[in-house]
């Protein structure tokens, strides 16, 4: 009885001590590849602060911090950091209030009202969302040459809006999972749909419609594709993408490297705390429609 | 072969058998492909003949009035005491014709010939004022000798003409979408008026459309919108990739005009510079994709199976610190990998070598491969760490009892699941792979580019390559023959491999 008992408790101890091992080797390689997975982050942030002109150095910690960079990134007349910023918002400002709009509208419609023609329009937004986005991008600005927006503003924020109404998954998705009793009571008491969509369902949608904001209102400025032809040589209207890009050029890499590096990290903070914040949205909205097929 | 077969198979033969029943199984898929689309064609030719059929059934049926608005449209609906909808309708068949008269027929006439008045490919040698029969002002450059044309705004222009033409057609087709209506609206008030109703007042009508019909009123404006600034560049675009809109033919001025399928012989076989650039990035594309695709779900995983082990703490911390790299902007975290792993980049001088991360034809391909590990991993993470807490702990609980170990619960548990619910992801992550042109342009910029490549690099994909051409070589049509090929492989891939998932048979059977 006693020597089982033993056995049982040296096989237990055993078990926990590899048990242990194992926990810690999974430490070990977790931190490891946390700080791999980070280290070019953390230079980049290193070289921000970094005093000494030039493109690399062959070690990792600046000799001189300073925060010039930052300041230069304001001051500087070559590359206006301060009007990017101001032009990226405006067009992710104005694109963010349409796309939203739309983007409820449509994913509503296609959601919760029944009519004759829905499936067509989810398969033809099916269709259309496989052409490569930026395909007809030459056709684009030509149009816009002919409507009077060339190099304009405000054709980045038609160009970003225009396809909003392709982007009605996520929110479709939302709609669907709020239960369809709601619309049938509210209709009882002699609702139109109209009213239903204002005062019952979009309340109900707060984090939906939050979520469909802050992704269209980041798009813009993480797009490069687009600015990068539609505004050509026109430089009072790039925006930071753009910007930071053209200051790697080669005439300038070198004098303009750690600004840019300061720049890019102001640009990061925001867009990554945002990210961050909203990730569950983000996986709600790619394994959503995968559960419900 | 069936369930009992299969099981009784060694583990050896059970891969192989489903390796080959994969690959015998892609003719079956395309041809359920190809019987989905006879099926979806002769659907829509049915649809067209039952539309001529109640069309011709309407007229009939229908009386003096409603004949009469088969020609001049409302008359039906004015002569039933409708008389907003009826003008609405006479507007839009009064202001369509005027268009046509003045606008789309012009048009409609030039596309023809693409606006071929003169030759465009000699433009510069003609002496005189006229080109064909169009009156030309030069400036001749005292200097150079150099001509330029003062009134080219008076001259035809090919890319207006494509794209009036574009418009009219849509225009013309929505026009006839509401003539129908109109037949429709016309023969359903008459027989209201017949069954003794009156029908509905203006104001009514109106009303619907925040009711029964309010997915017209929520659904106008964005198809509006996708209308003139998706759907009709993407046709505008389709339509060049059969002409020879490229460097040499850049209106205004020079005049482009059709081809044919010249542009795909060329990219197919016939130009042999061409079809040898896209042949080696098509391969590249496909290599790409498959192996940026599995790396990031299988690497994925496999973090997202630590991080979510019982004994690890602290797993939103771990999650975050993988994600903070997906998190930021991608033109910021490629260009800092860029800028790091240059020939004369930082890491070399650190590590005080002369490693060809960029600049060396599989270099370069590793490299792209192995950073979009960094910037994509962290998705995966998040997809299946949420999955990973939706498993019963009692599916693990008994395969334990039964005396399972870590690794058979993984291959008959944990994987068949995320694999069964991830298999539409990992679908469309393929299809973005394909399209990823963020990773390809800011890493490598397509580079290395050896003079063997038609304006394309060795890490370009066909999306980077389309969009060289469209802004650094203005090869439009070129660019315009890539995109479509584009389109095909994502719309045949996605629609193949979707047939063939599980995920897609079991749709069938639940519904």
């Known amino acids: ?293 | 072969m069936d369930y009992l077969d299969y099981v009784q198979m060694t583990k050896g033969q059970q891969i192989k058998y489903k390796i080959t029943s994969f690959f015998t199984g892609i003719p079956g898929a395309i041809g359920t492909f190809l019987k989905f689309l006879g099926y979806l064609i002769k659907k829509f030719f049915a649809w067209i003949g039952n539309g001529f059929k109640s069309y011709g059934a309407r007229f009939t049926q229908g009386d003096g009035a409603t004949k009469a608005s088969y020609l001049i449209m409302g008359v039906g609906n004015m002569a039933h005491k409708q008389f907003g909808k009826g003008l609405l309708f006479l507007a839009l068949e009064i202001g369509y014709i005027f268009f046509m008269i003045n606008f789309g027929s012009v048009y409609l006439a030039k596309i023809y010939c693409s606006g071929v008045h003169f030759d465009p490919d000699d433009y510069n040698k003609v002496a005189d004022g006229m080109i064909g029969n169009v009156p030309v002002h030069y400036t001749v450059d005292p200097f150079f000798g150099t001509k330029t044309i003062d009134n080219l705004d008076t001259l035809d222009n090919s890319n207006n003409i494509l794209l009036f033409f574009v418009m009219t057609v849509l225009i013309s087709i929505a026009f006839f979408a509401i003539y129908i209506v109109n037949t429709k609206s016309a023969f359903a008030t008459q027989e209201i008026i017949r069954s003794g109703k009156t029908p509905m007042g203006a104001v009514e009508e109106l009303k619907m459309f925040l009711d029964e019909r309010f997915h017209v009123t929520l659904l106008t404006l964005p198809i509006l919108l996708l209308l003139v600034f998706n759907i009709l560049p993407i046709l505008f675009t389709i339509l060049m990739a059969f002409t020879n809109y490229d460097k040499d033919h850049q209106p205004p001025g020079n005049l482009y005009r059709w081809v044919g399928f010249q542009n795909f012989a060329d990219v197919f076989y016939s130009n042999p510079l061409k079809s040898a650039t896209f042949g080696k990035i098509l391969v590249w594309t496909l290599i790409w994709a498959v192996f940026a695709t599995f790396s990031n779900y299988i690497l994925g995983i496999v973090f997202a199976l630590l991080i979510n082990k019982k004994e690890i703490k602290f797993k939103g911390f771990w999650r975050t610190a993988f994600v903070i790299t997906a998190a930021v902007p991608q033109f910021v975290t490629l260009l800092l990998m860029k800028l790091l792993l240059d020939d004369k980049g930082a890491l070399n001088a650190m590590l005080g070598t002369q490693i060809p991360f960029l600049s060396d034809e599989w270099g370069a391909r590793i490299t792209v491969i192995v950073v979009n590990i960094w910037v994509g991993v962290p998705y995966t993470i998040l997809i299946t760490s949420g999955l990973l807490m939706n498993i019963p702990e009692d599916l693990y609980e008994s395969a334990r009892i039964d005396g399972a170990n870590a690794f058979q619960q993984f291959t008959k548990i944990t994987f068949p699941y995320i694999w069964f619910v991830t298999t539409p992801y990992l679908i469309s992550s393929f299809v973005g792979n394909i399209n990823n042109f963020n990773v390809i342009y800011f890493l490598t910029g397509g580079g290395p580019s050896p003079s063997s490549y038609y304006k394309a690099g060795q890490t370009d994909l066909l999306v980077t390559w389309l969009y060289k051409l469209t802004v650094n070589t203005s090869d439009f049509n070129l660019a315009a023959v890539i995109g479509i090929i584009v389109f095909v492989i994502c719309a045949a891939g996605s629609l193949i491999t979707f047939n063939m998932s599980k995920a897609a048979k079991n749709e069938e059977e639940f519904s």
Not at chain 1, 8 to 14: D, E, N, S
């Open chain 1, 1 to 293: 009885m006693t020597t089982k008992q033993s056995n049982v408790a040296t096989m237990q101890a055993g078990y926990a001590a590899k048990r242990k091992t194992t926990t810690i080797i999974v430490y070990i390689f977790l931190s490891a590849m946390v700080l791999l997975w980070l280290f070019p982050i953390f230079w980049l942030v290193l070289q921000s602060f970094r005093g000494e002109p030039g493109i690399s150095t062959s070690y990792l910690f600046p000799k001189q911090f300073t925060f010039d960079n930052y300041i230069r990134l304001f001051t500087d007349e070559r590359f206006p950091y301060g009007k990017w910023i101001w032009n990226t918002f405006i067009v992710a400002a104005f694109s963010c209030v349409i796309s939203t709009l739309f983007i409820l509208m449509v994913s509503y419609a296609l959601s919760r009202l029944r009519f004759k023609s829905r499936k067509t329009f989810l398969n033809l937004g099916l269709i259309l969302g496989m052409f490569p986005g930026f395909m007809s991008m030459a056709a684009t600005y030509s149009i816009m040459e002919l409507v009077g927006l060339k190099q304009q503003l405000f054709a980045l924020v038609i160009v970003y809006s225009a396809g909003a109404g392709l982007g009605y998954q996520v929110a479709k998705g939302f709609f669907d999972t709020i239960p369809r009793s709601l619309d049938e009571a509210a209709k009882i008491d002699g609702a139109t749909r109209n009213q239903i969509f204002w005062i019952i369902i979009l309340p109900l949608s707060k984090p939906i419609i939050v979520y469909t904001a802050l992704t269209t209102f980041t798009g813009p400025w993480a797009d490069y594709i687009f600015v990068s032809y539609f505004m050509k040589d026109n430089s009072d209207n790039y925006t930071v993408a753009l910007g930071l890009y053209k200051m790697l050029d080669n005439q300038t890499i070198n004098d303009y490297f750690t600004t840019f590096c300061a720049g890019a990290v102001l640009i990061a903070i925001p867009i990554t705390i945002l990210f961050i914040v909203m990730q569950r949205f983000y996986v709600a909205g790619v394994t959503g429609g995968a559960v419900k097929g």
